[in-house]
T-cell receptor
C-alpha cells in the first residue's frame, strides 16, 4: 500500500536553530513529491515540487531535497514566522491522485 | 488576481440537512479536487474531476456528491448520509502535477 510518513510530528526550535523535517514514502512509481506550508485555519500553501532523486529546490530559508526513499525540508536559521504545519504529498505514475502525510507542526521561538 | 475561492468560510449545519460548499477558480485549470482534513490525519480525497462534466470518487466519497458543469466551479454537497461531517474542507485545482489549494471551509454539525 502506498504510504507517506512525516517525522517528527512536532518540532520546537529556537530562532536561528536550523533543522530538518523528514518525509519518507513507500510508493510504486513516484511521479512527484510536494511540500506545502499550512497555517492554522487556512489552506495549504505550495512550496516545492520534486521529481527525481538528487533534485533540490530552495526558497528563502527553506531547501527541499529528494532521495529514492525520502525527502527532507531543511530550515536554515528559522524565524518565528516560519511556525506552521508542513505537509508532504506524493503522486504516482498513472494517476492524478495524491497521498498526504499527517504533517510536522513547527514552532519557532523568539 | 488568479486564485481559488471557497465559500462560506464557516458553515453550521443541523443534523439531517444537506449543505453545499462552493469552490471557484480563475486559474484556467482543468482538474479540481475536494479533500477533507481532520486533526491528526492527512488530507483525504473525497472527489476529483479531471475535466468538465466528468468526476471520480476518491477514498471517502460516501455521503458526498459533486457536479462539474463549468470549468471554474466544483461544488461539494455534504448530504445527511455523511455520518461525521464536521471537518475542514479543502478544494484544490491542479496545473500539470502541482495542486493549489483554496482557503478552506470549516463545517460544523450542530
Amino acid at each position: 500500500e502506498d504510504q507517506v510518513t512525516q517525522s517528527p510530528e512536532a518540532l520546537r526550535l529556537q530562532e536561528g536553530e536550523s533543522s530538518s523535517l523528514n518525509c519518507s514514502y513507500t510508493v510504486s512509481g513516484l511521479r512527484g513529491l510536494f511540500w506545502y506550508r499550512q497555517d492554522p485555519g487556512k489552506g495549504p500553501e505550495f512550496l516545492f515540487t520534486l521529481y527525481s532523486a538528487g533534485e533540490e529546490k530552495e526558497k528563502e530559508r527553506l531547501k527541499a531535497t529528494l532521495t529514492k526513499k525520502e525527502s527532507f525540508l531543511h530550515i536554515t536559521a528559522p524565524k518565528p514566522e516560519d511556525s506552521a504545519t508542513y505537509l508532504c504529498a506524493v503522486t504516482t505514475s498513472g494517476t492524478y491522485k495524491y497521498i498526504f502525510g499527517t504533517g510536522t507542526r513547527l514552532k519557532v521561538l523568539a | 488576481d488568479g486564485g481559488i475561492t471557497q465559500s462560506p468560510k464557516y458553515l453550521f449545519r443541523k443534523e439531517g440537512q444537506n449543505v453545499t460548499l462552493s469552490c471557484e477558480q480563475n486559474l484556467n485549470h482543468d482538474a479540481m479536487y475536494w479533500y477533507r482534513q481532520d486533526p491528526g490525519q492527512g488530507l483525504r480525497l473525497i472527489y476529483y474531476s479531471q475535466i468538465v462534466n466528468d468526476f471520480q470518487k476518491g477514498d471517502i466519497a460516501e455521503g458526498y456528491s459533486v457536479s462539474r458543469e463549468k470549468k471554474e466551479s466544483f461544488p461539494l454537497t455534504v448530504t445527511s448520509a455523511q455520518k461525521n461531517p464536521t471537518a475542514f474542507y479543502l478544494c484544490a485545482s491542479r496545473q500539470t502535477d502541482t495542486q493549489y489549494f483554496g482557503p478552506g471551509t470549516r463545517l460544523t454539525v450542530l
